[in-house]
Each structure stands twice: as C-alpha cells, then as structure tokens.
Nanobody, 121 residues
Framework: QVQLVESGGGLVQPGGSLKLSCEASVLTFTQYRMSWYRQAPGKQRDLVARIDATGGTINYADSVKGRFTISRDNAKNTAYLQMTSLKPEDTAVYYC??????????????WGQGTQVTVSS
C-alpha cells in the first residue's frame, strides 16, 4: 500500500525552470527505484529520468540530458526532478513511479496521479 503524491507543476515560459516533487507514503523508500515519466495529449508515456534504489545509477532520456536532474532525499521519502531550460515540447503530464523487488514473488510497482507542466509564451 503505497501512495505517491506529485507537486510542483505549473505554467512557465520557454527557458524557465520548475522543480517537481514526489512524496511516497512508505517506510521502505530506500528499497525503491524511482522514475519520472511524462505523457502529452494523444501521445505515449515516455521515461524521462530514473534513479536506482542506491542512487548510484541514474538514467535520462536523450531529449532532457543536460537540462533535467533527478535526485532523492531518503530522509524525506521524496524524489525530485529539477527541470531547467524548459522547451514547449516539454509540455506534458509528469508521473512519478516507484518500483522495487519483492521477496514474495511479484515486484512492487506504483504510480502517482501526475502533475501538469506547461511551457508556453
């Protein structure tokens, strides 16, 4: 039973910045791989950034490399996505995902409700 709550979305001009947060209601946050996905209207959901459970491995989509930074604060059970140099094509609903191996066979896989990011002049 995990709840993920995203926040920080909004309207920003091209070239601006936003920082998204994803707070998890779990006691074992350090066991989860955290990811950010995004989905624009009429398009598929794409992986944006991912950080593993230890924080040692980080991956970004080519379209956001050098502009976005994913991080996590285990003491706060929170993952972040710092977005800079935003472009209109970054406009989408951004979703937080938590995934973890389970000793009881099937993995744990949870999604937040999403937060809207709109980049427009």
């Amino acid at each position: 039973q995990v709840q993920l709550v995203e926040s920080g979305g909004g309207l920003v001009q091209p070239g601006g910045s936003l920082k998204l947060s994803c707070e998890a209601s779990v006691l074992t946050f350090t066991q989860y791989r955290m990811s950010w996905y995004r989905q624009a209207p009429g398009k598929q959901r794409d992986l944006v950034a991912r950080i593993d459970a230890t924080g040692g491995t980080i991956n970004y989509a080519d379209s956001v490399k050098g502009r976005f930074t994913i991080s996590r604060d285990n003491a706060k059970n929170t993952a972040y996505l710092q977005m800079t140099s935003l472009k209109p094509e970054d406009t989408a609903v951004y979703y937080c995902n938590a995934w973890a191996w389970s000793p009881y066979d099937r993995p744990l896989d949870y999604w937040g409700q999403g937060t809207q990011v709109t980049v427009s002049s």
